[in-house]
């Protein structure tokens, strides 16, 4: 029979044990967030009218390069002109991933494209192959948008160039070159198209066709974007979007036709978002029951690592 004494030791010796095991579920919770670990760097692209930061904190890509950062990924938020040609941002665009991939050692970058940040993100894909592993288009305006279509032969150059110059100045942009009617055409259906002919890679052969090409010049194209204007009605921004329904017959995310938005490998273009909830604003006002927009662009991040990009 077991002595009083030799009992008591078992038992402190259980306690101790279970008191310093570390629960699995506190293990787990202790792992390094590995979810967005891309091998190459991801750079996140903004549309007309956009901007990395806006007076050092407001975020054109709300809360997103700190979602993709915290989980492994390496990122950078350029900025390029506000509203200029697709051309014209591209060439922005190229200069500063060359800096980019000098100061990572990478080989190449991961593309992702909001609004005119997609057609400028395919033209560096189509100068520059080499130096992409991917490229994505949010919302993109690939095949034109209606809203350019009214806004052609409209003289805008003069506010319009202020405005944007201005936009510039608060985010930092160092004097971009602003052209707002260069923008207008770019954004046009018909300078779409123009561009399409000289840019195909990941395009559909058709308008709203599901067949562009998921890999061309050895560069992986994707595609998402929402069909929705009004999600959230404490959201303003909704309501101003609204006002630009009457230019559309077909489901659009108050700027862009869900159609236009489609290249290469498409993820969906009827996400439950706005044009600018595909990029978590306004302040993350999103409705109820949508897709979480950071979390798209986690789970592309994690797509692409998967494939050992």
Known sequence: MKSAKTT????????????????????????????????????????????????????????IPDALAEGGAEVFVPQVSAANSTEVRGEQLLAQIEEYLAVSGAEKVHLIGHSHGGPTVRYVAGVRPDLVASAASVGGVNWGTPVADAASGVDLDGLGNWFFGLIDTLSGGGGLPQDTSAAIHSLSTEGSLAFNAQFPAGMPSSYCGDDGAEVANGVRYYSWGGNRVVTNLL??????LATMSPLFNEPHDGLVPACSMKLGKVLGVDYRHNHLDEVNQIFGLVGPFAASPVQLYRQQANRLKNLGL
């Open 8 to 63: 008591s030791l078992v038992t402190a010796g259980v306690l101790a044990a279970a008191l310093t095991a570390q629960p699995a579920s506190a293990w787990w919770f202790s792992k390094k967030d590995t979810y967005t670990e891309t091998r190459y760097p991801i750079v996140l692209v903004h549309g007309l009218s956009g901007f990395n930061k806006l007076l050092g904190f407001v975020e054109y890509h709300n809360g």
């Open 235 to 240: 959201d303003p921004s909704d309501l101003l």
